[in-house]
Antibody, heavy 121, light 115 residues
C-alpha cells in the first residue's frame, strides 16, 4: 500500500526558514510527479508547488514564488519543500500528495496526513 | 474574480441528490479543462473522487461509488459533481481543481451538510 509521510513542520518566527520532507513508499517514485498543498486554519485547499518525476520541472504558486523551493531525491523516494522568508500567512497544514507521470496531467491519488507549520512571533 | 468559484455551503436530505457546481472564470472555457473533484472529511486529508472532461474522458477514483458522478454545464461554464442517494457519510467539504496556466487551482470548496 502506498504511504506518504511528511515531516519537518513546527513553530518558527516570521522571516525564518523551515524544510519539509515527504517520503513516499511502495511507489515508482521517480515516475511520479509530487505536489505540496496547504490548508490554513479553517480555510480551503491551496496548491503550493509541484515537481516532475525527474526533478527537471518545478512549478510554484504566486504566493510562494521566490521564497519556497521544491526538490526531490529519487534515491531516497523523498521530496522536499524549502521554505524561506516565512510569513504569518504561511501558517497551515501542509500536505504532500503524489501525482501522475506528468505534472498537470493527473490527479493527486495519495496524500499524506499533513504536517503543521506555524509562523508566529 | 477567482479562477474557480464554488458555493460555500449546500444542504440536502438523506436519500436526495446534491448538485455541486464549480464555475470557471468567464475568460476560460470549461470545455477545455479536466475538472478534478476531491472530498475532505473533517480532520482528514482530501481524497480524490473523480475527474471529468467529457463523457468519453472521465475517471472514477478507486473505490468511489457510482453515485458520485461528474459532468459539465457549458451554458454556465461550470463543472458539476452530482451525488445521488445522499448518505450521512457524504457530509464533507468538496473541492474542484483544474490545471490552468501551469498551476493547479482549487476552488474555495463547498461544505455539504446532510440533514
Amino acid at each position: 500500500e502506498v504511504q506518504v509521510l511528511e515531516s519537518g513542520g513546527g513553530l518558527v518566527q516570521p522571516g525564518e526558514s523551515l524544510r519539509l520532507s515527504c517520503v513516499a513508499s511502495e511507489v515508482t517514485f521517480s515516475s511520479s510527479a509530487m505536489n505540496w498543498v496547504r490548508q490554513a486554519p479553517g480555510k480551503g485547499l491551496e496548491w503550493v508547488s509541484s515537481i516532475s518525476g525527474s526533478g527537471g520541472g518545478t512549478y510554484y504558486a504566486d504566493s510562494v514564488k521566490g521564497r519556497f523551493t521544491i526538490s526531490r531525491d529519487n534515491s531516497k523516494s523523498t521530496v522536499y519543500l524549502q521554505m524561506n522568508s516565512l510569513r504569518v500567512e504561511d501558517t497551515a497544514v501542509y500536505y504532500c500528495a503524489k501525482g501522475g507521470r506528468l505534472v498537470g496531467a493527473s490527479h493527486f491519488d495519495y496524500w499524506g496526513q499533513g504536517i503543521v507549520v506555524t509562523v508566529s512571533s | 474574480q477567482a479562477v474557480l468559484t464554488q458555493p460555500s455551503s449546500l444542504s440536502a436530505s438523506p436519500g436526495a441528490s446534491a448538485t455541486l457546481t464549480c464555475t470557471l472564470r468567464s475568460d476560460i472555457n470549461v470545455d477545455t479543462y479536466r475538472i478534478y473533484w476531491y472530498q475532505q472529511k473533517s480532520g482528514s486529508p482530501p481524497q480524490f473522487l473523480l475527474r471529468y472532461q467529457s463523457g468519453s474522458d472521465k475517471l472514477q477514483g478507486s473505490g468511489v461509488p457510482s453515485r458520485f458522478s461528474g459532468s459539465k454545464d457549458a451554458s454556465a461554464n461550470a463543472g458539476i459533481l452530482l451525488i445521488s442517494g445522499l448518505q450521512s457519510d457524504d457530509e464533507a467539504d468538496y473541492y474542484c481543481m483544474i490545471w490552468h496556466s501551469s498551476a493547479w487551482v482549487f476552488g474555495g470548496g463547498t461544505k455539504l451538510t446532510v440533514l
